[in-house]
């Protein structure tokens, strides 16, 4: 018996099941909307003062077939000794589609992500469009998740990054608990910004608790991330970002919660603190922040 | 001579004119046969192949969309299973089987919402189906929809209420939306159709 993922079963679950399915049932597509603020205070850093982001994403997501996202935020970096702010404006386009395959038990999504960045400075890393498409596979015990990563970004002045980011994930715990690990490889560097180096590598290691809350006010997860190695013009499919203004990464640490407040309504707040390198003078600074969003549902 | 051989040749034609109908009806009688005692053998790859003779558009099409559906789910090729079942629907949009049938594979895929979509279709043409509410109860618990999964849960035990899975299926939706005195009276429901129940009997000890 033929039990490979086949052209026909996945046409079978997928695009003609879009035209099969009742255009008009009520509840076929999910529509959820997340604002967020990010607030952060550079630490020892000789250019760099504060940073604010505000910006919303809005997704929408058809049955469990596939769905895309859109999002814009603003970012201002202020900055010290006379210079201008840095204000950036960051738009994002994703869209996915899913599979379910028997043959290994499980979900496989084909994802997409379009990334548009561009701020009033003249350097470089000012302006950038990044293509990233993203191949994963979750397990249909919930025990497993692989995903490939790519990321191609063009920046001015011929600047090419090439990002290869692969990812294991784990259920552990009968799934209250989730560990992911992440690598990234990213090439195509200007040496000049990162003292020498054309490549970056950086490991990222995830875990997270999922409580069973007995009220609103309990959280319904706690999740710790540390970054090792180092990184530099990363493109985050987790968080949908682009980090074109920053130096050279060395570490970082996170906290988030969050919270169910209702069954459409999530919280999310997150702290932590990332660790940078100027490299002309060089020069170690910091990043302390926090992160707050409101994903409501309907 | 000549006459009579043409009249017994042409009274043969006739006659097996007449009986090809039913010899073909025996032959997909006999492929139905064999599919159901091949399934009940486990044999579920070959009760598929054992439906390979039933005409693609005959009057039996409908059905052996159905079986073939049903089979490959009981081999988990839940892919082919829903493709049939699909089949199935779009040859008789009335069909409560095919909406009933293809949420099998969507749950066992863990596609919570179609399937919970495909159970309310079923429920649209066949309100208060107890397979239907059952499925849609069950699809609602995968996604965590507590509030709905109550309110389904809540219907099966008012149409039958009789019934151990709508009282276990209720609890279960009351204690995770933190109603323990409300879980602990549809526990004990639970006891009472089915003293002993694990699942009951271990709430009641420890809400």
């Given amino acids: ?298 | 001579m000549n006459r009579i051989k043409h009249v017994f040749l042409s009274r043969s034609v006739a006659l097996l004119l007449t009986l090809s109908p039913l010899m073909v009806q025996a032959e997909d009688n006999s492929a139905w046969s064999n599919s159901y005692q091949l399934e009940a053998a486990g044999q579920y790859d070959q009760a598929i192949t054992a439906l390979d003779s039933i005409k693609l558009n005959g009057a039996d099409a409908e059905l052996r969309n159905l079986r073939r559906g049903w089979l490959y789910y009981l081999l988990g090729s839940y892919n082919e299973s829903i493709r049939e079942y699909r089949y199935a629907n779009e040859r008789n949009a009335k069909s409560v089987d095919a909406r009933l049938g293809i949420v099998l594979p969507l749950l066992a895929q863990q596609r919570w919402r179609e399937a919970e979509m495909y159970a309310n279709l079923a429920l649209e043409l066949s309100p208060n189906n107890y397979t239907a509410l059952l499925r849609a109860t069950l699809a609602q618990e995968g996604l965590g929809d507590w509030e709905k999964m109550e309110k389904s849960a809540e219907q099966m035990t008012v149409t039958y209420p009789t019934d151990v899975s709508a009282f276990v299926y209720l609890a279960r939706a009351k204690a995770r939306l933190n109603k323990k005195s409300e879980a602990l009276a549809a526990y004990r429901a639970v006891l009472v159709r089915f003293p002993g129940h694990l699942e009951a009997t271990a709430y009641l000890e420890k809400p």
């Fill in chain 1, 1 to 298: 018996m033929k039990k490979n993922l086949t052209l026909s079963s996945l046409f079978s679950t997928g695009l003609i099941a879009l035209a099969l399915s009742p255009a008009v049932y009520a509840d076929a597509w999910s529509v959820s909307a997340t604002p967020s603020i990010t607030q952060g205070a550079y630490g020892n850093s000789t250019t760099r003062n504060s940073l604010s982001d505000i910006g919303v994403t809005v997704s929408a997501d058809y049955l469990e077939q596939g769905g895309m996202t859109a999002g814009y935020s603003n970012t201002i970096v202020n900055r010290k000794n006379g210079l201008n702010s840095i204000d950036q404006n960051n738009m994002l386009l994703s869209g996915r589609m899913n599979f379910f395959t028997d043959a290994l038990p499980g979900k496989v999504t084909a994802r997409l992500d379009g990334y548009q960045v561009q701020n009033n400075q003249t350097d470089d890393t000012s302006k950038a469009d990044v293509i990233a498409p993203q191949f994963s596979w979750l397990s249909r015990d919930n025990k497993l998740y692989l995903d490939v990563g790519y990321a191609n970004s063009r920046y001015r002045n011929g600047l090419n990054i090439t990002q290869y980011s692969p990812t294991i994930g784990f259920g552990l715990n009968d799934g209250y608990d989730w560990l992911q690990l992440r690598s990234y490889q990213i090439s195509g560097i200007n040496p000049a910004s990162t003292a020498g180096k054309s490549s970056t590598a950086s490991f990222d290691a995830k875990w997270t608790h999922f409580f069973t809350p007995a009220s609103v006010l309990m959280p319904a997860s706690l999740t710790l991330s540390a970054v090792t190695g180092e990184k530099i013009y990363a493109v985050d499919m987790d968080a949908q970002s682009v980090a074109n203004l920053a130096d050279l990464s060395t570490g970082s640490a996170t906290a988030a919660l969050a919270w169910n407040v209702s069954k459409k309504t999530k919280v999310l707040l997150m702290a932590g603190q990332t660790q940078f390198r100027e490299t002309n003078p060089s020069k170690d600074y910091n990043l302390a922040f926090g992160y707050l969003s409101l994903s409501t549902a309907w």
